[in-house]
C-alpha cells in the first residue's frame, strides 16, 4: 500500500471539508479510519479524535435509499455468481493466496453519494463485485462453467489478449454498478443512425463526468456471468459498446453481446464509421478503488 505523503493536520484538515461538502458518512469514517492506520497510524487516532468530522449526516434522496436496499439484497447474489464461477470456495471464502471478497459494508463506503444518485437512473442498476485478475483468467472461468446448450467457449477478439494483463490470483476487488437492463433502451440525447465515433463522443458529453463511466471487458464479464447464472443472457438482440476499456482509439470500437444460437459471449470490434441501431451503451459507477 502507498504511503500517505501529509501530516496528520494536513489530512485532518482534508476530511473536515469533505464533511462539510456532505461526502462523508459515519461509516466511512470507521472504514477510513482502518484503512488509514495501515500506513500511517499516528493519522488514525487523531482522525477518530476529530468530533467535527465524525458528527455527519448525509442527506439521500428517496431513490438513493430504495436502491441502497437493492444493493444488499443483491450482494449475496453476487457472491453466488463468483462461487458459481469459481473465484470462490463453497463457503463463500477466498482461495488460498487470494484476497478475500470485501463485506457488504466496505462495498457501499467504496462508493460517493454522486454515484448512488447515478446509478439509482439505471434502468436496472446491478452490483458488480470484480476480482482484480487477468481478462484471461475471467474468461477461463467462464469457459469452465459453461451454460446448458453452449456450444462453444467465449470468442475473444486479438485486441484483448494482446492488451491484457494481471495474473489468475485475485490480488484485490473492484465495486461496481453497473447498469444490467436485459437490453438497453436507446439515450434520448443519442442518435443511433449516427456511427459509433459520432456516438461515443455525444455519450460522454451528456454523461455525468467524472462520476458516471461506460463499460469495459471485466465490468462487462461479469455482468455476463451474473445474467447467465441467473438465466437471463444481457445483449440477446444487441450489443453493448465498451466505450471505457483502454482498446477504444481512433481505427477500433470494442464492443461485446450474447449469441443466442452458440449461447456463448462474444468480445469483439468494429472500426468506428460503422453503424447499427442495435449497438447500444451501458453506464456504470464507481470501480476506482482497489480494495485489497
Same mark, same amino acid.
Given at each position: 500500500?502507498?504511503?500517505?505523503?501529509?501530516?496528520?493536520?494536513?489530512?485532518?484538515?482534508?476530511?473536515?471539508?469533505?464533511?462539510?461538502?456532505?461526502?462523508?458518512?459515519?461509516? *466511512?469514517?470507521?472504514?477510513?479510519?482502518?484503512?488509514?492506520?495501515?500506513?500511517?497510524?499516528?493519522?488514525?487516532?487523531?482522525?477518530?479524535?476529530?468530533?467535527?468530522?465524525?458528527?455527519?449526516?448525509?442527506?439521500?434522496?428517496?431513490?438513493?435509499?430504495?436502491?441502497?436496499?437493492?444493493?444488499?439484497?443483491?450482494?449475496?447474489?453476487?457472491?453466488?455468481?463468483? =462461487? *458459481?464461477?469459481?473465484?470462490?470456495?463453497?463457503?463463500?471464502?477466498?482461495?488460498?493466496?487470494?484476497?478475500?471478497?470485501?463485506?457488504?459494508?466496505?462495498?457501499?463506503?467504496?462508493?460517493?453519494?454522486?454515484?448512488?444518485?447515478?446509478?439509482?437512473?439505471?434502468?436496472?442498476?446491478?452490483?458488480?463485485?470484480?476480482?482484480?485478475?487477468?481478462?484471461?483468467? =475471467?474468461? =477461463?472461468?467462464?469457459?469452465?462453467?459453461?451454460?446448458? $446448450?453452449?456450444?462453444?467457449?467465449?470468442?475473444?477478439?486479438?485486441?484483448?489478449?494482446?492488451?491484457?494483463?494481471?495474473?489468475?490470483?485475485?490480488?484485490?476487488?473492484?465495486?461496481?454498478?453497473?447498469?444490467?437492463?436485459?437490453?438497453?433502451?436507446?439515450?434520448?440525447?443519442?442518435?443511433?443512425?449516427? *456511427?459509433? $465515433?459520432?456516438?461515443?463522443?455525444?455519450?460522454?458529453?451528456?454523461?455525468?463526468?467524472?462520476?458516471?463511466?461506460?463499460?469495459?471487458?471485466?465490468?462487462?464479464?461479469?455482468?455476463?456471468?451474473?445474467?447467465?447464472?441467473?438465466? =437471463?443472457?444481457?445483449?440477446?438482440?444487441?450489443?453493448?459498446?465498451?466505450?471505457?476499456?483502454?482498446?477504444?482509439?481512433?481505427?477500433?470500437?470494442?464492443?461485446?453481446?450474447?449469441?443466442?444460437?452458440?449461447?456463448?459471449? *462474444?468480445?469483439?470490434?468494429?472500426?468506428?464509421?460503422?453503424?447499427?441501431?442495435?449497438?447500444?451503451?451501458?453506464?456504470?459507477?464507481?470501480?476506482?478503488?482497489?480494495?485489497?
Amino acid at each position: 500500500m502507498a504511503k500517505l505523503d501529509v501530516t496528520p493536520d494536513q489530512l485532518i484538515d482534508a476530511l473536515r471539508a469533505e464533511k462539510e461538502s456532505g461526502h462523508l458518512t459515519a461509516e *466511512h469514517i470507521q472504514s477510513l479510519a482502518d484503512l488509514i492506520s495501515d500506513v500511517r497510524p499516528d493519522v488514525a487516532g487523531k482522525f477518530m479524535e476529530e468530533k467535527s468530522i465524525t458528527e455527519i449526516k448525509i442527506p439521500r434522496s428517496p431513490a438513493t435509499v430504495e436502491l441502497i436496499k437493492r444493493l444488499e439484497a443483491q450482494y449475496g447474489e453476487c457472491l453466488t455468481t463468483l =462461487k *458459481h464461477y469459481g473465484f470462490l470456495t463453497e463457503n463463500g471464502e477466498a482461495k488460498e493466496g487470494d484476497i478475500n471478497p470485501p463485506s457488504f459494508e466496505k462495498v457501499m463506503v467504496a462508493f460517493i453519494p454522486e454515484e448512488f444518485e447515478i446509478a439509482s437512473h439505471f434502468q436496472k442498476p446491478v452490483l458488480l463485485l470484480i476480482p482484480e485478475t487477468s481478462f484471461t483468467a =475471467k474468461v =477461463k472461468a467462464m469457459d469452465a462453467h459453461k451454460q446448458k $446448450g453452449q456450444k462453444y467457449d467465449t470468442l475473444v477478439e486479438d485486441i484483448y489478449k494482446k492488451t491484457d494483463s494481471g495474473s489468475d490470483k485475485i490480488t484485490g476487488w473492484r465495486v461496481v454498478i453497473a447498469d444490467g437492463a436485459q437490453e438497453m433502451r436507446a439515450h434520448k440525447d443519442t442518435r443511433p443512425d449516427l *456511427h459509433f $465515433g459520432a456516438r461515443i463522443m455525444i455519450r460522454k458529453g451528456v454523461r455525468k463526468i467524472p462520476y458516471e463511466k461506460g463499460m469495459d471487458r471485466h465490468k462487462y464479464i461479469l455482468l455476463m456471468m451474473d445474467a447467465i447464472r441467473s438465466g =437471463k443472457p444481457i445483449d440477446k438482440k444487441s450489443r453493448t459498446i465498451l466505450d471505457d476499456d483502454p482498446v477504444l482509439c481512433d481505427s477500433q470500437v470494442p464492443n461485446a453481446g450474447f449469441d443466442p444460437e452458440d449461447r456463448n459471449v *462474444h468480445f469483439g470490434w468494429s472500426i468506428p464509421i460503422s453503424t447499427s441501431k442495435t449497438y447500444c451503451f451501458r453506464s456504470s459507477v464507481g470501480g476506482d478503488v482497489l480494495i485489497s
